[in-house]
């Protein structure tokens, strides 16, 4: 269990493991309120591109069955998912290898701290399948969601376009400096 520290309104680390295709439907509410909340506080990202329509129930179940989603739990309640894929068009060197991508993280607005905790734990994740970089892509006018993901290290490495998404790729390397070693 991810556990709460009142003090710091934080989530401090814990279990994150796999998701179950029985939690597709606590997954789709989680991405709703993600999105009711991006609505109330004039953000533009998943609210503004149809995301739900894109990514349906269905697409969570292939995900799943893939092993390839992780979730966050709260006194057995779902707060937080993210999909660590192998590889990734949108990225020029999407098929190199060398990275996991993160895609569909969401944590429920409730628990602030939780979506580090969650990247932290991805970050760890692809050190110990040997991947160098874990890869992620932001919309392009997020400027907010932007300078979030700058500020945990993920720094421009390209731009995609998707339909009617248009996004900044952002990398960050995981492994050790030599100065931590």
Not at 59 to 84: K, M, N, S, Y
Not at 112 to 127: D, N, T, W
Not at 132 to 141: A, G, I
């Amino acid at each position: 269990m991810l556990l709460h520290n009142a003090e710091t309104e934080m989530y401090l680390p814990g279990a994150i493991g796999p998701a179950l295709e029985e939690d597709v439907p606590a997954i789709m509410d989680l991405l709703q309120r993600r999105i009711d909340w991006m609505d109330e506080k004039g953000l533009y990202q998943w609210n503004k591109t149809g995301y739900l329509t894109c990514y349906p129930p269905e697409h969570f179940r292939r995900l799943i069955r893939e092993e390839v989603v992780l979730a966050a739990r709260e006194a057995d309640r779902l707060t937080g998912i993210i999909a660590l894929l192998s590889r990734d068009p949108r990225w020029p060197n999407g098929d190199d290898g060398k990275a996991f991508y993160v895609h569909h993280l969401a944590t429920d607005p409730a628990c602030p701290g939780l979506g580090k905790e969650m990247l932290s734990y991805a970050e760890s994740y692809a050190r110990r399948h040997g991947k160098p970089f874990l890869r992620l892509d932001s919309q392009k006018v997020n400027d907010a969601l932007s300078r979030y993901y700058e500020a945990l290290g993920y720094f421009p490495a390209g731009e995609c376009v998707d339909g009617a998404y248009v996004g900044i790729l952002r990398e960050k390397s995981v492994l050790p400096s030599a100065s931590s070693i």
